[in-house]
């Protein structure tokens, strides 16, 4: 059909004939297919365009600097390294192309640090040794777990038992750090000790010049002078020790430490502890550390205390340089978990975190809980000058939580994680005959918390006193419509950064 002919149908209203009617579906089927033949052609000249213009990404010219690049592969790592193995994600980075693996290689970081390396048979020691000779003289940092093998076994062969171990830590690469995990701590006698069991001279070992070491046995030694063998642990700054839980009620009620005193030196400035050993000895170790300025005390939810302790201890426990102090690993149930706070005398700390486990099952009481033990413990921590808190997954009634946070007027930084209060703690406050809330706080933090924290009431305290409050960021474990909050939009106008988000249970 020619052009002319369909500009008269067009315009003409008359009724099509049969062969009218073939012939126009004829010529759509024929512009149907035109179409599809250049749509397709158009689709194979958009794939072409785009893979030709992938060539020109900065990655393939170069035009990212390598130290950016690198900068780029240390985020990654570290961003990914709760829930891969570094050395894992430094693999996968290295194995995209040549130009990545050469940009790796240059990165003294990447390959500073070896984390929980699982030894069940032999060490790799060439591996180990490869890896780390990448970091250069970047500060270097290696753990090792030791699995026994058949650990039902009387006497089983112990991995840190093998020469390769011992002779890669004796003859190095120098380590800053090294973390030692295993069995008991008769598995370490061969690395402590600088003799060695067979006779000989005193060995001289790389990792006596560590600046930090982690150690961790799960059996209580069978004899006490067993206990002896951590004198021979170098002198560090910072010390790890995941301790294991006496077998018996005549090691626990022993009213001493069963660790030497030696090993706390006072170049020790950070302390780790995790264990679920009585008060009393915590704070024995406490009282020789007197220049800690960073200490975490990990009681694990077998933490025990003797409830028959009425009366306080004698004496406090002065540190006089502590900023830093972090309880972790806390069971709710367990109503004294916080006393050692009653004899710390810190006047120097800066920042404090509590953090219960969030695993446990909820309460059965209905009302939230006043926590007066836990009220008492912190109400009586001797400090000054706190400026960050964080507290985390602990049902709490909000006049505890006043009566908590309001005798820390000089804080700067709060953080509520996974805290089950209500907006109790925001509403009708600061009467004359109470004590002000947040007069000096500049960011809030209140993560996973539960809808009864009703934003309006958190930004209309500051809003009313005209706090200088910098940071507002809230997640409500909740689903609903949030609706308005002219609060919040008060707030912000004013100048505070406000981020508040629904998430679901």
Not at 278 to 297: A, Q, R, S, Y
């Amino acid at each position: 059909m020619d052009q002319p002919r369909l500009t008269h149908l067009l315009n003409n209203r008359t009724a099509l004939d049969p062969l009218e009617i073939k012939s126009i579906r004829h010529e759509v089927q024929v512009r149907t297919q035109a179409i599809e033949r250049l749509q397709l052609e158009l689709q194979k000249l958009e794939s072409e365009r785009a893979a030709w213009q992938s060539l020109l990404s900065p990655l393939r010219r170069n035009s990212i600097p390598p130290e950016v690049l690198g900068e780029i592969f240390g985020y990654v790592v570290l961003a990914t390294e709760s829930t891969k193995p570094r050395r894992s994600q430094v693999n996968v980075l290295c194995r995209v192309c040549k130009a990545w693996r050469d940009v790796a290689l240059g990165i003294p970081s990447l390959w500073a640090q070896l984390d929980d390396i699982v030894v069940q048979n032999h060490l790799d020691v060439a591996k180990v040794r490869s890896w780390l000779s990448r970091a250069r003289n970047a500060a270097k940092m290696l753990g090792i777990v030791g699995h026994h093998r058949y650990p039902k076994v009387p006497n089983p062969v112990c991995p840190f038992a093998s020469s390769a171990v011992q002779e890669f830590l004796s003859s190095g690469p120098g380590l800053n750090s090294l973390s030692l995990k295993c069995k008991s701590l008769h598995c370490f006698s061969e690395l402590l000790n600088p003799t060695p069991s067979h006779g000989g001279a005193p060995i001289s070992r790389s990792f006596d010049s560590l600046r930090s070491i982690s150690l961790g046995f799960a059996q209580w030694p069978t004899s006490p002078d067993a206990w002896q063998l951590l004198d021979h642990l170098p002198l560090v700054t910072s010390l790890s020790l995941d301790l294991p839980e006496p077998d018996n009620e005549e090691d626990r009620d022993n009213p001493e430490s069963p660790l030497p005193h030696s090993i706390f030196t006072a170049n020790l400035t950070k302390l780790r502890i995790r264990s679920t050993w009585p008060i009393e000895w915590l704070l024995e170790i406490l009282d020789v550390c007197t220049n800690l300025e960073g200490l975490v005390l990990e009681y694990g939810l077998g933490y025990y205390v003797d409830e028959d302790m009425q009366t306080p201890l004698e004496n406090e426990v002065f540190l006089p340089k502590l900023r830093s102090l972090e309880l972790r690993e806390m069971s709710v149930y367990q109503q004294t978990t916080t006393r050692v706070l009653r004899y710390l005398v810190v006047p120097s700390l800066k920042a404090l975190e509590i953090v219960y486990d969030g695993d446990q099952e909820p309460l059965d009481e209905l009302s939230l809980p006043k926590r007066k033990e836990f009220c008492e413990d912190m109400l009586s921590l001797v400090v000054s000058d706190l400026q960050y808190f964080r507290l985390e997954n602990l049902p709490i009634a909000p006049a505890s939580l006043y009566d908590i946070l309001s005798a820390f007027p000089s804080l700067r930084h709060l953080v509520l994680d996974g805290v089950e209060s209500d907006s109790g703690l925001f509403r009708n406050r600061d009467f004359e005959d109470e004590p002000p809330l947040f007069s000096e706080l500049e960011v809030l933090e209140m993560l996973n918390v539960p809808p009864s924290f009703d934003p309006n009431d958190v930004c209309s305290l500051f809003n009313e006193r005209n706090r200088v409050l910098k940071q507002l960021r809230m997640t409500i474990v909740v689903d609903p419509s949030p609706g308005k909050e002219w609060h919040a939009k008060r707030l912000s106008e004013r100048g505070t950064d406000i981020s508040i988000s629904y998430i679901p249970r």
